[in-house]
């Protein structure tokens, strides 16, 4: 493991990688913490944050196969800035099922699962994590 791979990457690169990892911590706390309290609300805004800056600065990224600037990967990103607002609404309106389904969905589908493929061969965190 060498972090050489991501410190060689643009700023960009960065940003996203350490908004995803930072997500992906948060994500897991707000799991096992108890719903609805003060701390689960703010911690909330914070994930809510991350995850957005994660979706935003990917559209700075390119170079995965695909015709144009964006690739399929983008539309993820679309995604996931609209489930984002739809579980905030879904929050503020009292629909905690809809809510739970909303962020559940976006912790595993645009973190977990996405996150993923970037230890693929030739990517940044596949040449991080395993020298690929």
């Not at 690169?13 to 908004?19: D, G, P, S, T």
């Not at 990103?77 to 809510?99: C, D, E, N």
């Amino acid at each position: 493991m060498s972090l050489a791979p991501l410190l060689a990457a643009p700023a960009i690169v960065q940003i996203h990688v350490v908004a995803a990892l930072a997500a992906l911590v948060l994500g897991a706390i707000q799991f096992a913490a108890p719903k609805g309290t003060l701390p689960h609300r703010a911690l909330g805004w914070i994930w809510v944050a991350l995850m957005a800056a994660v979706a935003l600065s990917s559209f700075g990224i390119s170079g995965v196969a695909g015709p144009g600037r964006w690739s399929w990967i983008h539309a993820i990103s679309v995604y996931t800035l609209v489930a984002l607002g739809a579980a905030v609404l879904h929050a503020r309106r009292g629909r905690v099922r809809a809510h739970r389904f909303n962020m559940i969905g976006l912790f595993f589908g645009a973190l977990v699962i996405t996150g993923a493929f970037t230890l693929l061969p030739g990517r940044v965190m596949g040449r991080v994590v395993f020298g690929w």
